[in-house]
């Protein structure tokens, strides 16, 4: 009789351990059919959000001769982006394109963000790196990527090829 006892205790705390341990493990969400934009892989809605495409302007800072070293920046017009994601430790987006992301945190100046992407002169010039990124396999159709450290409260962009996508780090409250 006791092993009967036993093998039901067993099973009964199965049955009501199951449901804790499946709102941490809900499945991912499956990656967009949109190639080349980034999605913010939101884990507690478990969900993927589309990020904000904002247009931009490209400037040159830097002296007036020819060997002179110039620095081309986006600038963008106002102080935060539209797309907003609360401050924790890993943030994580999910693509599906061959260009790999670059990612950049914006200066914030007056009613203008910008950030630099190129340093060189009138006949060659090297990228400027931004934030490091690790990227990863996400599922088996697309790719996964987050900074190796955790991004701090602020504006950035992700920049693929030609195209910028923002959004905002809030602080934690």
Do not use: C, W
């Not at 797309?83 to 200066?107: C, E, G, M, Q, W």
Request: charged share 25%; aromatic share 12%.
């Amino acid at each position: 009789m006791s092993a009967m006892k036993t093998a039901a205790f067993v099973i009964l705390v199965i049955i009501l351990a199951v449901p804790l341990f499946a709102q941490d493990f809900q499945p991912l969400p499956a990656p967009s059919t949109v190639v080349g934009v980034p999605f913010y892989l939101d884990s507690s809605a478990g969900e993927l959000k589309k990020l904000a495409n904002e247009p931009y302007k490209e400037r040159a800072s830097g002296g007036p001769f020819m060997n002179s070293t110039l620095t081309r920046n986006v600038e963008m017009e106002g102080r935060t982006s539209a797309f907003r994601i609360p401050s924790h430790n890993k943030i994580v987006f999910v693509y599906d394109a061959t260009t790999l992301p670059r990612l950049y945190k914006f200066t914030v100046k007056g009613a203008r963000r910008d950030f630099p992407y190129e340093k060189g002169n009138l006949r060659n010039s090297t990228p400027i790196d931004g934030i490091t990124v690790s990227v990863s396999r996400y599922k088996e159709t697309a790719f996964q990527f987050s900074s190796e450290q955790p991004l701090e409260p602020g504006e950035y962009a992700i920049v693929f090829g030609d195209r910028i996508y923002t959004f905002g780090v809030d602080e934690k409250k």
